[in-house]
T-cell receptor, first 114, second 113 residues
């Protein structure tokens, strides 16, 4: 199983809402990633979790809060977002973060902030 | 910090034509190089990767890429494209240690039947 799943597929939220994006993998990978992809732009790294600990935060605003409850799950909690945060949010996983391994990407959650 | 540039934003070609997409990177050390593809409505998939060894790398679906260290380039090629190759193609790099991907801007390829 080389699949990374993400829920929901689509999410519309207001600027005062609190919502969460979920990501799951069952490949035994110990590194998980959140990327943001704006329309017609490449994915940009947001966070990296390595062995369930936050390893990299690419200066992401605090209205985005990642969480890694266990080695298979990765959440992204959203609060007080702005319309410019509307984007495709991609989750990825790899065997390890400390070495270079292929990253497997999920289908993404398309977020619209109204 | 590393950066990646892809020269062509859009490429339109006919079936059976040859495809070459340019990718140049900027980084002061050893890098690992990737080409990812995003078919319409689908998730990013790895086409091929270069870590070390033979600079000519073969990937899936008939794609290959050549790493030219002196030119900081990793161009993607396919001798004969099919309509199903219509997709967006991303070049990406990581430093030799660690797994922090930096993507190029992407090239949208449209193959006309």
């Amino acid at each position: 199983d080389t699949e990374v799943t993400q829920t929901p597929k689509h999410l519309v939220m207001g600027m005062t809402n609190k919502k969460s994006l979920k990501c799951e993998q069952h490949m035994g990978h110990r590194a998980m990633y959140w990327y943001k992809q704006k329309a017609k732009k490449p994915p940009e790294l947001m966070f990296v979790y390595s062995y369930e600990k936050l390893s990299i935060n690419e200066s992401v605003p605090s209205r985005f809060s990642p969480e890694c409850p266990n080695s298979s799950l990765l959440n992204l909690h959203l609060h007080a977002l702005q319309p410019e945060d509307s984007a495709l949010y991609l989750c990825a996983s790899s065997q390890d973060h400390r070495e270079v391994y292929e990253q497997y990407f999920g289908p993404g959650t398309r977020l619209t902030v109204t | 910090a590393q950066s990646v540039s892809q020269h062509n934003h859009h490429v339109i070609l006919s079936e059976a034509a040859s495809l070459e997409l340019g990718c140049n990177y900027s980084y002061g050390g050893t890098v690992n190089l990737f080409w990812y593809v995003q078919y319409p409505g689908q998730h990013l998939q790895l086409l091929l990767k270069y870590f070390s060894g033979d600079p000519l790398v073969k990937g899936i679906k008939g794609f290959e890429a050549e790493f030219i260290k002196s030119k900081f380039s990793f161009n993607l090629r396919k001798p004969s494209v099919q309509w199903s190759d219509t997709a967006e193609y991303f070049c990406a790099v990581t430093p030799a240690a660690g797994n922090k991907l930096t993507f190029g801007g992407g090239t949208r390829v449209l193959v006309k039947p």
